[in-house]
């Protein structure tokens, strides 16, 4: 099975590393400084379950002739346009595509582009972050990903996740198929999105805000809107991952903040379009009282708005 993955940063460069590592025939689409970088020094990984380096091919988008298996997606969700441009060579008629974005957006825009029938859903947890020079550095012990069929899919896709599937368990990364793939998307948008808006709307993390008069309020209240959302959307979150994030949220010594939180404070781009703006619009169509997604959602729209200007 031929794997192409588009991008080697933090999260294609690890999980696309980690399957170089179970012997799969695995190419990553990237840029001509990153295929710089990783001919002259190979695919280098710094991670709590062992550091590696591999050797990789890694290819420009004008370099591609002949279509993937599988195609994983790992880019962020304002680079999706150019990511659909940049694979479309790669996806021929029995490709499956894989993406790894936060959110739900992405999956009606891959479908619309491709085909419903081509494209499963995935969702990936892990700390990570690419140095300067190129390193993909794991912060934290989590590496999970999980993957499955999405209605509509090709009948081959379940074969397919299934060879992909036993390709991570030669692995130490955490794999796993959900038949309720849009279900476990959803279940990840609920903890995502509230995560987000929290943390990006207080500029703090967990333990600062739950030290506040009302900050474990304004998270149960945005959860509570979050999970809602996902009910009228037909989707019911299952209690075991939302107990996880329940005590993820309770921590008053927690310094977690949200990827989307430590994007604004750098002063990038964000998925905030993505992820709280698009809860917040789907909460709203629902009926359903926002917490504090509304307030979240302007903000991170100043904070965009500023960085264009500046």
Request: charged share 20%; proline share 5%; net charge neutral.
């Amino acid at each position: 099975m031929k794997i192409l993955v588009l991008g080697a940063g933090a999260i294609g460069g690890y999980f696309g590393g980690r399957l170089v590592q179970a012997g799969a025939d695995v190419t990553f689409l990237v840029r001509a400084r990153r295929q710089a970088q990783l001919r002259e020094r190979g695919l280098v990984v710094r991670s709590p379950h062992g550091d590696f380096t591999v050797p990789v091919q890694a290819l420009l988008r004008e370099d591609i002739t002949a279509p993937a298996d599988l195609l994983l997606l790992a880019c962020k969700a304002y680079d999706l346009d150019a990511a659909i441009e940049a694979i479309a060579p790669a996806m021929g008629a029995r490709t499956i595509l894989v993406p790894l974005l936060n959110g739900l957006a992405h999956i009606d825009r891959l479908r619309t582009t491709f085909g419903p029938a081509r494209v499963a859903g995935g969702s990936c947890g892990i700390p990570a972050t690419l140095s300067p020079d190129g390193e993909v550095h794991q912060l934290g012990p989590l590496h999970r990903i999980v993957f499955g069929p999405l209605a509509g899919s090709a009948d081959r896709t379940g074969a397919r996740l299934e060879a992909l599937l036993e390709l991570f368990r030669r692995t130490p990364v955490s794999a796993d198929m959900d038949a309720q793939m849009m279900r476990a998307l959803w279940e990840k948008f609920v903890g995502l999105a509230t995560l987000a808006a929290m943390t990006c709307l207080m500029r703090g993390t967990v333990g600062d805000i739950l030290a506040t008069d009302d900050g474990a309020a304004l998270f149960d209240a945005t959860f509570a809107a979050c999970q809602a959302a996902a009910r009228a959307e037909g989707f019911e979150p299952r209690e075991a991952p939302m107990a996880v994030f329940r005590t993820m949220v309770s921590d008053r010594q927690s310094l977690l903040t949200a990827s989307l939180a430590r994007d604004l404070e750098s002063g990038g781009p964000t998925e905030g379009a993505h992820v709280v703006g698009d809860m917040l619009k789907r909460v709203m169509a629902a009926g359903i009282e926002p917490g504090a997604l509304r307030a979240a959602w302007c903000h991170l729209q100043v904070a965009e708005r500023r960085r264009l200007s500046a």
